[in-house]
């Protein structure tokens, strides 16, 4: 199912916590809300399963409006980031509880009444074969008799999953399911999320404040900060082509070098003691934010225009990649450039090394923290003048 | 004897804090003590100076037997059970989805409801006696088990027992169970009571010890020697049959209080975790 939000806000008292969220979904798309804890992700993610009213503003899912849909009617399952299970069920009667309200009515449900009703024994054997099915496809069919207090945060994880699959929701709503797992655990998990998704093909909004997950899960990334949404684009495009400062700054690790510049006539930009050249219109004298991503820097041996002068400070093998730190004058922060190993051999500590940096993957951003669009863009230009240089 | 405890032996502080527990123990413990005691002796022994616990002549069997048969002393016992467990449900089937709505759902005014709560919890039921008199005339249940249960049926006591426990419990599993279908009514029963067991044991345990034991009210509500609970029949056996036979009365005064004793002891770990509340997640 396609979910739309329109202008959605929320406040909690004066606390204003969504502003304005505005998001098309498209059918069967992995959409991941990505943003920093206190955001206002999960807010969010309630409203669309109707567990909170917004303040103002419009969800439809599959064409329908939604406002004052319960949620049991909104045919979206969630899994919580605490899991959520009932304590004092099994397995079994966890994942089969959704089946059991929608599948047996009032009377059917009653413990001893139901038995006698037509068409319960049928029922409830679809749900226990349904519940064995689930359990399976996750390999935790044998854990069904366990109640969750016997499981590891892994296999609860899972449970959680099949609580939400087993009903078979047009919709998947994920809050951070993942947090609370070891680091192996969670790429592995991330593994069958994706796997999951491909075979259901059903829409999942999956919320994570971890970009690794957002850039390997989804086919688009909604990033969040303060209540607001900045730009919602496929992974790739976040990071290389940010519309904002701030999703600049968020996205990528080691964090993009901020340098900060001053135009100094058409085309030239000033910035930590060099000139980089830009087309852009603009005036003289404004101040621009120079945004460098850590692998658009290398090595050059002549000095001057366009080249960063500083002293090592710090250098961090990673293996294939080493991360130098630069000291560079009249910079407050090092700059951080990620090179290839082979290509830089010798850095020590202490030395002095000239950086040019890709001027195609330069990122211009005004003092609002808008993106300047330089007219010189795209991937086929960089490569050729690579090439030049080489 | 481990080496912690030698050198808690050793210190005064230590002494100190046993002395005085020993002794609010001891206080506490004699007149039960003094009423088994007397319950087992001869008239002629109960009111010589000084004291044994042991009776010279064993008399115990004899005080019991009449104890049992002079007075409806199981009449009592069953009106008690009638009435105690009545009021235990009753109020849980109230308590209850109060206490949720408190303390999960969102609605103006709930923090006024909540203090007017915790005003009823420090007022004391004694207070309402003449008005509910009046209410229970009126509508005619005076005399009837119906007047010896209602005036307990809505407990604040139970409301801000399960709200604290409610509270405990994390709003994502309300979420998930409003997604799986269940109506707020369901979650009550089949979410929030389950797992809120430690405090309705630690519950059922306060109320039924005060509503057994609770002679004023019934004092006021019946009359009929049929539906009187036990503290109540002792009081009218006293002055009826047995006169200043005390031991026969110390025998019916042991019968009544050993049930809940009992059921203290075997439900002693659930009460205290209920009490400090939200242990078992
Ligand atoms: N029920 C609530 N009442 C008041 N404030 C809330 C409530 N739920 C969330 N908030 C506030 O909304 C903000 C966003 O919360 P949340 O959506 O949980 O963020 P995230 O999931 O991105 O970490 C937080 O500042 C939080 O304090
Ligand atoms: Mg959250």
Redesign the pocket.
Known sequence: MSISLSAITKS?GK?S?LKEISLDIADGEFLTLL?P???????LLRILAGLELQSSGTVSIGGRTVDGVRPKRRDVAMVFQSYALYPHMTVAENMALPLRMRGLNAWQRLPLVGRLLPGTRIAKRQIEEEVRRTADALSIGPLLDRKPGQLSGGQRQRVALGRAMVRQPTVFLMDEPLSNLDAKLRVQMRAEIKELHSRLGVTFVY?THDQSEAMTLSNRVAVMLDGELLQVAPPHEIYADPDDRRVAEFIGSPKINMLAGTVRERGRIDAAGTTLSAVLDMPVGTLVAVGIRPEAFHLTHHAGAGSFAGTVRLVEHMGSDLFVHLDVRGQGEPLIARLLAERAPHVTIGQTLHLAADLDRVLLFDEAGRRIRTTREGRGASVARLREMA | MSAASSTTRLSAPGLLRHAVLLATAALVLIPFVWMVSLSIKPPGEIFRTGFSFWPHQFYGFENYAKAMTEAPLPRYMLNGVIVCTLIVLLQILVCAPAAYALAKLDFPGRGLLFGMVLVALILPHEVLALPLFVLGYKLGILNTYAALIFPYVVSPFGIFLFRQFFKTIPDDVVHAARLDGLNELAIVWKVMLPMAVPAIIAFAIFSVVSHWNSLFWPLIAVRDQALMPPPLGIMAFRNEEAGNDYGPLMAAATIVVAPLVIAFLAAQTWFVEGMTGGAVK
Do not use: A, I, P
């Open positions: 909690f606390n916590v943003g804890s206190g955001c206002g992700k999960s807010t919320v």
